[in-house]
């Protein structure tokens, strides 16, 4: 049994069931709220917690499947360029709602941070969770946060835009696709995405856009609005 669960293809054919598990139950629901990724997640704490198998055999595998992260992500580009005429017609408004979104969103994670008493090293930990993981894990070393909380926070924070998203989308009777993929985009990263591209290509290409420029503004404004915020605290 040890020799299967410490072999790097136990991770890998985990992690494919587990997510084939989650995209079947979604598809039978045809409910948001059991994302995919979700019940994936919980199938495989359950599995390793039930056969009390360890982390670090699993992420020997789990490794492989990140590797390809990085391309997955870059990938996303490719509805971007089909749209991109889109993009300069609406380059003002979309840098600006980006970039608003940023300073908003970042300054909103240091002061419910501090209202709730959340050590520095959690909160720097926090503020990229609504940026792709790539981006966001780069962004946790140089604010000297905990990468593993950093990863939890993003996928949790696509996860809950992707479900919510489409519910706020309807509820405030918008009609404009383009504002709705450049929102999702910006709080939802690629997680949120893919399910802008499953509404539309329209969506998907804004939500695409704006994930890689809301990504790279966080690159050079988090590092500015925590030392603001230390200055100011302390």
Same mark, same amino acid.
């Given at each position: 049994?040890?020799?299967?669960?410490?072999?790097?293809? =136990?991770?890998?054919?985990?992690?494919?069931?587990?997510?084939?598990?989650?995209?079947?139950?979604? /598809?039978?629901?045809?409910?948001?709220?059991?994302?995919? $990724?979700?019940?994936? &997640?919980?199938?495989?704490?359950?599995? %390793?917690?039930?056969?009390?198998?360890?982390?670090?055999? =699993?992420?020997?595998?789990?490794?492989? &499947?990140?590797?390809?992260?990085?391309?997955?992500?870059?990938? @996303?580009?490719?509805?971007?360029?089909?749209?991109?005429?889109? =993009?300069?017609?609406?380059? @003002?408004?979309?840098?600006?709602?980006? %970039?608003?979104?940023?300073?908003?969103?970042?300054?909103?994670?240091?002061?419910?941070?501090? %209202?709730?008493?959340?050590?520095?090293? $959690?909160?720097?930990?926090?503020?990229?969770?609504?940026?792709?993981?790539?981006?966001?894990?780069?962004?946790?070393?140089?604010?000297?946060?905990? /990468?593993?909380?950093?990863?939890?926070?993003?996928?949790?924070?696509?996860?809950?835009?992707?479900?919510?998203?489409?519910? %706020?989308?309807?509820?405030?009777?918008?009609?404009?696709?383009?504002?709705?993929?450049?929102?999702?985009?910006?709080?939802?990263?690629?997680?949120?995405?893919?399910?802008?591209?499953?509404?539309?290509?329209?969506?998907?290409?804004?939500?695409?856009?704006?994930?890689?420029?809301?990504?790279?503004?966080?690159?050079?404004?988090?590092?500015? &609005?925590?030392?603001?915020?230390?200055?100011?605290?302390?």
């Amino acid at each position: 049994m040890n020799e299967i669960t410490h072999s790097p293809v =136990f991770g890998v054919l985990l992690s494919l069931i587990a997510y084939e598990t989650g995209t079947y139950i979604n /598809q039978k629901s045809k409910l948001s709220i059991f994302n995919p $990724l979700l019940i994936a &997640i919980a199938i495989v704490i359950v599995f %390793l917690t039930k056969l009390n198998i360890s982390y670090e055999s =699993f992420n020997a595998g789990g490794q492989l &499947i990140s590797f390809f992260l990085y391309p997955a992500t870059i990938a @996303l580009a490719l509805p971007m360029y089909k749209r991109f005429s889109l =993009f300069r017609e609406n380059a @003002l408004p979309i840098l600006t709602s980006v %970039l608003c979104g940023n300073v908003c969103g970042m300054t909103f994670v240091i002061l419910s941070s501090k %209202l709730f008493g959340i050590s520095d090293v $959690l909160t720097r930990s926090l503020i990229p969770k609504s940026i792709t993981t790539p981006i966001g894990i780069a962004v946790s070393q140089q604010l000297e946060g905990i /990468q593993s909380v950093t990863v939890a926070a993003i996928i949790l924070t696509g996860i809950i835009g992707s479900v919510l998203g489409p519910v %706020l989308y309807r509820l405030f009777k918008m009609d404009d696709r383009v504002a709705f993929g450049i929102a999702i985009g910006a709080s939802s990263h690629a997680i949120g995405t893919a399910r802008a591209m499953e509404l539309g290509e329209i969506e998907g290409a804004m939500s695409s856009l704006t994930m890689a420029v809301s990504g790279i503004t966080t690159v050079f404004l988090a590092p500015v &609005i925590w030392n603001a915020f230390v200055v100011f605290f302390h």
